[in-house]
């Protein structure tokens, strides 16, 4: 297939909507091979098996923010949600372009922590203590380029599951306290690591004046826990743990430090996606796993285990699938790539300039921290 280089009307999605996965499945291999080296695909471990497989790098957040450093495609489709796409147009080169197959895959725990709310809470934590002296703002990798801006423009940094204990005592020395952002979950867990006290991790809730504490209160924390979570990892409870050990007393359980405090606190292991992965790979043949992260990624998992003899469960009785991430479907993929080979650039991701500065800061700050 030739690269079609008239200009010419990108391709609608209506074309594409209808068509059959498997269909699908065929123009997407025949565009990647068309496009060759002009393009590449990053997929994210909780994206659907229907697309993952024509990803030519996977991994968690961080290892995905690696590679697109030093990526030399055109291109850069991304197969994960709006904030991942904005990381891999900031860390990428200014000729490249980040694409994202759907634009309505976003992230609702990013958005639990829009940019108003934090300037909000920026002034009233100014009333208490004067914040840039005292406060360093981390902001995990699941928020909006603009949040992670804030905290470019403030001190701050960018956190991943995988390394957010390392850069708490990177903010630390900065600074003698910590805002996290927006996931109150790993803020909770990783401070706990760390050996802080519940009673000097209060949620700071940004609906309520003063989000909801006391001067004595804002004066006495360590962290200050954004009130945000993931949908997903906030459905594990621990009567899944209760029930797993009864059935297989010998059984493991690891989880992702998104998962609940109570969680995580009664889990063997608590790591990253790329962790939880590591570990029950290496785990002895014929082991019993109970494993508290998204499913598509326990699923395909649990397969790769099979011919070891692994038991490898879901945690949930309820499905806790990525819903925003399940949007980046073949159709959505097949349409990007063909407008492609039309010279048509569909769902381009473009962060402003002036944020992009500015957060590539705090990234380039957690990948020399990490």
């Known amino acids: 297939m030739r690269l079609n ?5 990108a391709i609608k999605f209506d074309k594409f909507q209808a068509s059959l996965d498997e269909d699908c499945q065929q123009r997407i291999i025949a565009a990647k091979q068309a496009l060759g080296k002009r393009l590449v695909i990053l997929g994210h471990h909780y994206q659907n098996e229907s697309v993952y497989r024509h990803a030519d790098y996977t991994g968690d957040s961080l290892k995905l923010s690696r590679y697109c450093e030093s990526l030399d495609a055109e291109y850069i489709v991304f197969l994960g ?17 980040a694409i994202l197959p759907d ?41 909006a380029a603009d949040l992670k801006a804030f905290c470019g423009e403030h001190g701050g940094i960018v956190c991943t599951s995988t390394n957010a204990p390392k850069i708490l005592e990177w903010s630390f020395k900065q600074r003698e306290k910590v805002l996290f952002f927006p996931d109150q979950n790993l803020g909770r867990w990783s ?46 409870r621990l009567q899944n743990i209760t029930q797993f050990r009864a059935a297989h007393p010998d059984g493991l359980v690891i989880s992702h430090p998104e998962a609940p405090y109570e969680v995580c606190l ?38 790769q285990m099979k011919p070891q003899g692994k038991l490898v469960q879901f945690m ?42 500015l957060a590539k800061l705090t990234l380039e700050r957690m990948l020399a921290a990490s």
């Open 5 to 9: 280089t008239m200009q010419v009307s």
């Open 81 to 97: 949600v709006h904030f991942m796409a904005e990381v891999a147009d900031i860390l990428s080169r200014p000729e490249q372009i």
């Open 103 to 143: 634009l309505a895959a976003g992230c609702s725990m990013a958005d639990m922590a829009n940019l108003a709310k934090v300037e909000r809470s920026y002034r009233e934590l100014n009333k208490v203590l004067n914040f840039d002296e005292a406060i360093t703002p981390v902001t995990y990798i699941n928020s």
């Open 191 to 236: 401070g706990h690591q760390m050996g802080i006290p519940l009673e000097q991790m209060p949620v700071w809730d940004p609906d309520l004046p003063m989000g909801g504490l006391t001067e004595a209160q804002i004066k006495n924390a360590k962290i200050l826990l954004w009130k945000g979570h993931c949908a997903v990892h906030q459905m594990f």
């Open 266 to 303: 009664n889990s063997d292991f608590v790591g990253s996606t790329e962790y939880i992965l590591k570990t029950v790979s290496e785990a002895p043949a014929n082991s019993k796993w109970l494993v508290g992260t998204e499913l598509n990624l326990v699923n395909r998992l649990a397969e």
């Open 316 to 357: 949930s009785h309820v499905v806790c699938e990525c819903s925003t991430m399940a949007r980046i479907d073949p159709q959505h993929l097949a349409w990007v790539l063909e407008n492609l080979l039309q010279g048509q650039v569909v769902n381009q991701i473009k962060v402003p300039e002036h944020e992009a500065k």
